[in-house]
């Protein structure tokens, strides 16, 4: 929490994959942090983000919650849910659960069965070391990486930006459509402090 944000750290994943999924940009960020600790950064972070469709005759929401400051005797490695709900259906996904529970007489933990466990202890597995090789082997063989863009990662980190801005200032912001958040100077809790580009950012489709 020194280094960096839960919301730049963690968020960023979880806004990826609905930007994946609903395939656009949110409209508007409500963002707020907590401090529990006393670091750098907050502990928790939630933004609430309005991705609804202007062509659509409904809204769509998504909530975004990261804390860093679970209970040390919390039993997953991963804390990670997501739940996906419409007027037709839901799907849940949960991710602390990794199907390996080892109770003894002092705690209860679930082991990692997907992230990155250690097989031998020369070796890993899991589902980042799968990430890790298919970005090296796209670097070795000089290959294009298809799996998510630069422009898709600019964009997630881009809004996530906005989040870090609405928590700090406490007001409900519109999201640009068109315009790459650095282009103006700003201040987020000394993370970025007077950005200034030395290179020209294109503009973002819309």
């Known amino acids: 929490l020194d280094k960096i944000s ?4 963690d968020g960023i994943h979880d806004l990826d994959v609905v930007m994946w999924m609903l395939g656009r940009r949110p409209l508007s960020v409500m963002a707020k942090n907590v401090r529990v600790h006393n670091f750098k950064y907050p502990d928790i972070s939630w933004a609430m983000f309005d991705f609804s469709d202007p062509a659509a005759d409904h809204e769509t929401i998504a909530v975004i919650e990261t804390n860093w400051a679970l209970p040390p005797n919390t039993p ?4 990670a849910q997501m ?18 529970k080892v109770q003894t007489l002092e705690e209860t933990k679930y082991k990692d069965t997907m992230y990155w466990p250690q097989v031998t202890d020369q070796r890993r597995t899991g589902i980042l070391k799968s990430e890790l090789e298919y970005f090296a082997k796209c670097i070795h063989h000089d290959l294009p990486i298809n799996m ?6 600019r964009q997630a980190m881009e809004i996530v930006l906005w ?6 200032s406490g007001q409900l912001l519109q999201i640009s459509p068109s315009e790459w958040f650095f282009q103006t100077p700003m201040i987020l809790n000394g993370l970025f402090s007077d ?4 290179f020209e950012l294109a503009k973002l489709p819309r």
Do not use: F, Y
């Open 83 to 100: 739940d996906i709900v419409g007027t037709a259906g839901q799907i849940s996904i949960n991710c602390s659960e990794t199907g390996l």
């Open 148 to 153: 998510i863009t630069a422009e898709e990662a």
């Open 76 to 79: 997953t490695v991963i804390d």
């Open 163 to 168: 989040a870090e801005k609405s928590a700090q």
């Open 195 to 198: 950005i200034k580009p030395t």
């Open 6 to 9: 839960p919301m730049i750290g």
